[in-house]
């Protein structure tokens, strides 16, 4: 079994079509007839699907790996502990499950690629959440300790007040609005008056 294309993809760091890519191969073995199951890199594959956000896929594909395979890969079992992490909004627990585990040399730049979108979607979404929020939160959100959370955070321009242990959110400036040509405010105001008249 050829599994070249799914090792280009990782060679490649092209991880948001690693999901696809796995799928399509895996269709082309299995419509074979080809048993693959034992071959099959089913913890990248699961990855693929973690890192791509798709998790009712991620969720299908380990309901169809076979027990056995389960049992007999702990990188396997690890991969899902993060997708049930995100599927039941464990925030803290999707970066305990990333360390938790001694990831191989084949998927541990996936993981770390993975772990660095998380933690940017997580703070972006703080960011459009709140205006204020704890440090203890933040540490809670993103998965660091209050030390390394309120580092992340005044980098991103937040300003912590030390008395209270809470960061002030820096919001994205505002695109201004683009102003009117007063010239095309003009010609419009004549279109409609000849339109009433």
Request: aromatic share 12%.
């Amino acid at each position: 079994m050829d599994l070249s294309p799914i090792q280009s993809a990782l060679s490649s760091k092209s991880y948001s079509t690693l999901a696809d890519t796995c799928d399509e191969l895996m269709l082309q073995v299995a419509s074979r007839g080809i048993a693959y199951q034992e071959e099959w890199p089913f913890d990248v594959h699961l990855l693929g699907h973690v890192f791509a956000n798709d998790l009712n896929s991620a969720r299908y594909l380990w309901k169809s790996i076979p027990q056995g395979i389960k049992e007999s890969r702990p990188e396997l079992v690890a991969s899902w502990k993060i997708g049930q992490c995100l599927w039941t909004r464990d925030y803290a627990g999707v970066f305990d499950a990333i360390r938790g585990f001694e990831w191989s040399p084949e998927v541990v730049d996936l993981v770390t690629a993975f772990s660095e979108n998380y933690t940017k979607k997580m703070f972006q979404l703080l960011n459009s959440a709140y205006s204020t929020i704890s440090v203890g939160d933040v540490a809670h959100f993103l998965g660091m300790t209050e030390d390394n959370a309120t580092n992340y955070a005044l980098q991103q321009g937040w300003t912590l007040d030390s008395s209270s242990k809470m960061l002030t959110v820096k919001k994205p400036k505002m695109v201004a609005e683009q102003k009117l040509d007063p010239s095309k405010l003009q010609r419009l105001t004549e279109y409609v008056f000849h339109l009433e008249h």
